[in-house]
């Protein structure tokens, strides 16, 4: 939990950054490589996480083979980022 809003948090400040103009400068995660990929990403997927951890509780939930569409497009990238980096 610590760690999703850490990340979270990260996430915020470079959407903030970006909405400014201004560059964005990670605090907590400036040593892991991408980090605005990876943080990108991370804000993207949070509808379609919701919609799985809550039973599509949201008001305008992805219908099933959307979210299936858009989870295996999500691993695709972490891989490819997972290939570049590491």
Known sequence: HAIEKMVNCEAEALLQ??????PYHPTCLQEFPEIEIVLGLWKSLTDTRNDIDHAGMRETPGDPSTLIKQIKKYIQQFDNLLVVNF
Request: a positive charge.
């Open 17 to 22: 950054a970006k909405g400014n103009g201004q």
